[in-house]
């Protein structure tokens, strides 16, 4: 069965640095998303993106958060510096008719 | 504000025991109401979608039911391998058309004992 495949499982980061969290959606999906859980709260929201733009993005996402597809299958989110609140495990999900499926995640530590 | 909340945080059961699990919400118009099951160190799996009031869906032993202000998921004779986090997630009309901004609870962890 198709899946979503989200690469690394786990990033460790120095505060302050980029980071790029990689995800390979559904082929046939045309709807890409990002969650994040913080350890014991929801998951919340961040972004969607459809047609080689973002559609929606929540609060949380703010400038120093970027999405993007560079080819056919990849897509990617990219945090500019890191603060240690940014520390959370990361969803993408891709959507066919009103079913979200999701990854297995990122776990990003933050020092 | 748009808000789900969800009880109880944890249940334990015994293997065949039944009980429900409760999702209230709080949202300015719904437009579907979702059940997702995550096992740890998993992302959520889809399991039912509900969009009004009334409707019911199941699966094996498990069944989704809405009304105006709550849904339970059912579950009937649980085996050790239902254990899991159930997340109930909404989405408002006040939302994007982006139809996957979804507004999670904290949801209830599952826990049956053989």
């Known amino acids: 069965e198709p899946e979503v495949t989200q690469t690394p499982s786990h990033q460790v980061t120095q505060m302050g640095q980029e980071v790029i969290l990689r995800c390979v959606p559904i082929s046939n999906h045309l709807y890409f998303y990002w969650y994040r859980q913080i350890l014991g709260q929801k998951v919340e929201f961040l972004v969607s993106f459809y047609n080689n733009e973002i559609s929606e993005k929540s609060e949380i996402f703010d400038d120093q958060f970027s999405v993007e597809r560079p080819d056919g299958s990849n897509f990617t989110l990219k945090i500019r510096s890191t603060k240690l609140e940014d520390s959370a495990m990361y969803f993408c999900a891709s959507r066919q008719g009103r079913k979200l499926f999701f990854g297995s995640g990122t776990q990003l530590s933050v020092l | 504000e748009d808000q789900v909340t969800q009880s109880p945080e944890a249940l334990r059961l015994q293997e065949g025991e039944s009980s429900s699990l409760n999702c209230s919400y709080t949202?300015?118009?719904?437009?579907?109401l979702f059940w997702y099951r995550q096992d740890p160190g998993k992302g959520p799996e889809f399991l039912f979608t509900l969009y009004s009031a009334g409707e019911e869906k199941e699966k094996e032993r498990l069944k989704a039911t809405l009304t105006k202000k709550e849904s339970f998921l059912h579950i009937t004779a649980p085996k050790p391998e239902d254990s899991a986090t159930y997340l109930c997630a909404v989405q408002a009309s006040t939302s994007g058309g982006s139809q996957g901004n979804l507004i999670f609870g904290k949801g209830t962890k599952l826990s049956v004992k053989p």
């Open positions: 949202v300015s118009g719904l437009r579907g």
